[in-house]
């Protein structure tokens, strides 16, 4: 009875097994059992559109993308890394020849603040220095007179001095975007946020002969004078 009960399990067995095979090895363009129909039939999901089931017709019903009207790109998990927390989103793509890139720069000098909140200047620079000095310095130096380490050491010259040249927020911005003779883009290293921030930051530490001090110091003189 034993031995009978043994047979029937392993026939049951290899039953079994062959029905898996022989579904598994069926043809791909109409499989006849399919366990894991989101696997078997992949989509590829635009984060910001609905998502649809690629295997039916009913929407899809997972609760995370039913609260986020049927788009799967989600909040950010809590606690994580915003990837543009400023949201400036106005840099399209880099000029694809030197009339377009020297037309942009042009534009750029006319740039006399930074779409960042003006509240917030103060912090700001502050973060700009520190991205300035970790970031640029070893060719700019940190006085910004373009005598960095890598220019003392022989292995890179013709940085210009900032005190010498005439730039705008907005220009040094478009430099560190797109790069200006043999310096590179920036892009990729600081993000658009970031490269205002520098920019506030060379604007307000090197080129400080553009802020109205001056006016101010005159002003004063005058009202001393006129008490004399």
């Known amino acids: 009875m034993l031995k ?55 929407e899809n019903e997972i609760p995370a993308f039913v609260r986020n009207n049927g788009a799967t790109g989600l909040s950010p998990v809590e606690g994580s890394v915003a990837q543009n927390k400023d949201g400036i989103f106005e840099e399209g793509k880099l000029p694809k020849t030197p009339d377009e890139y020297n037309a942009g720069y042009d534009a750029s000098k006319a740039i006399s603040t930074s779409p960042l909140n003006p509240a917030n200047a103060a912090k700001d620079i502050e973060r700009g220095k520190m991205l300035f000095d970790r970031t640029c310095s070893a060719c700019h130096g940190t006085g910004g007179d373009g005598q960095g380490p890598i220019v003392q050491s022989g292995a890179y010259s013709g940085v210009p001095n900032y005190a010498d040249r005439e730039i705008t927020v907005g220009s040094v911005h478009y430099v560190l975007t797109n790069g200006r003779n043999a310096m590179g883009s920036y892009a990729g290293q600081l993000n658009p946020g970031d490269r205002w921030r520098v920019a506030m930051y060379v604007m307000s530490a090197f080129k400080k002969s553009a802020a109205p001090a001056p ?14």
């Open 4 to 58: 009978m009960k043994k047979n029937v399990l392993k026939i049951t067995a290899i039953l079994g097994l062959t029905t898996v095979l022989l579904n598994s090895c069926g043809p791909n363009e109409n499989a006849p059992l399919v366990y894991f129909p989101d696997m078997y039939f992949p989509v590829a999901y635009d984060p910001l559109m609905k998502a649809q089931d690629a295997y039916s017709d009913h």
């Open 215 to 228: 006016a101010a110091a005159t002003a004063t003189t005058e009202t001393t004078e006129t008490k004399k």
